[in-house]
Nanobody, 114 residues
Framework: VQLQASGGGLVQAGGSLRLSCAAS????????MSWYRQASGKQRELVAT???????NYGNSVKGRFTISRDNAKSTAYLQMNSLKPEDTADYYC?????????WGQGTLVTVSS
C-alpha cells in the first residue's frame, strides 16, 4: 500500500489550496485518513481526520478554514484549505489506516506568503 500526496505549492495569504492523498495497492479497508503538518523547527501536528463513517475532526488552528473529505471509490482524501495564513506554511503529510495497518505518505510543501 502506498499513499501519494499532492497539491502543495506557493500561495498568498488569504488564498486557497486543495491537497489530495491517494491510496493505492491491495486495499480492503481504509478506516481513517488524516493530514498532519510539520513546520520548520516544530513538532508534527494533526490537521484533520476523517473516519470511515464520514465523521471529521480538526486541529484548533484550522477549524472553520480547512475541510477534509474523502472519495471512497477513489481511496482518496482531500484537504481543502481556505483563508490560508503564513503560519500554515509547513510540510503536509497524509496518514491512513489501511487494512488495519498505519501508512504515511510523503510530504507536500505548502508555503503561504504574507
Amino acid at each position: 500500500v502506498q499513499l501519494q500526496a499532492s497539491g502543495g505549492g506557493l500561495v498568498q495569504a488569504g488564498g486557497s489550496l486543495r491537497l489530495s492523498c491517494a491510496a493505492s495497492g491491495s486495499i480492503r479497508s481504509i478506516s481513517l485518513m488524516s493530514w498532519y503538518r510539520q513546520a520548520s523547527g516544530k513538532q508534527r501536528e494533526l490537521v484533520a481526520t476523517i473516519v470511515s463513517s464520514g465523521s471529521t475532526n480538526y486541529g484548533n488552528s484550522v477549524k472553520g478554514r480547512f475541510t477534509i473529505s474523502r472519495d471512497n471509490a477513489k481511496s482518496t482524501a482531500y484537504l481543502q484549505m481556505n483563508s490560508l495564513k503564513p503560519e500554515d506554511t509547513a510540510d503536509y503529510y497524509c496518514y491512513a489506516v489501511v487494512n488495519a495497518l498505519p501508512y504515511w505518505g510523503q510530504g507536500t510543501l505548502v508555503t503561504v506568503s504574507s
